[in-house]
């Protein structure tokens, strides 16, 4: 039932700077993750970051520290805030959200975002 929604995707020069947005239409409910995945020329998705409701978060080894992930409120709100971008960088960025549900399990993708980066 859960509808996810990015934004903030766009063209920019190699060293610029993008931050994106991935708004929920509904409070999430159970445990959760939510993460950012980027799929890129290969048509596979791969993890660029994650954020628990338990606070622990991380990064692909890829971004070397140019990627942040957080929320401003994390049942519904979670940003990727994207530094010095790099052409490498280019790909579709999907929101997921992933959980359980009293016990069950569940996950949701939004419909993406497009990077690209200018060399």
């Known amino acids: 039932q859960v509808q996810l929604v990015e934004s903030g995707g766009g063209v920019v020069e190699s060293g610029g700077s993008l931050k994106l947005s991935c708004a929920s239409s509904?409070?999430?409910?159970?445990?959760?993750?939510m993460a950012w995945h980027r799929q890129g020329q290969d048509n596979q998705r791969e993890l660029v970051a994650f954020?628990?409701?338990?606070?622990?978060?991380g990064d692909a080894d890829a971004g070397e520290g140019r990627f942040t992930i957080s929320r401003d409120n994390f049942l519904n709100t979670v940003y990727l805030q994207m530094n010095n971008l790099q052409p490498e960088d280019s790909g579709v960025y999907y929101c997921?959200?992933?959980?359980?549900?009293?016990?069950?399990?569940?996950?949701?993708w939004g419909q993406g975002t497009q990077v690209t980066v200018a060399s």
């Open positions: 954020l628990t409701n338990t606070g622990s978060a």
């Open positions: 509904a409070p999430i409910p159970g445990t959760r993750l």
């Open positions: 997921k959200l992933s959980g359980t549900d009293w016990g069950k399990p569940f996950e949701y």
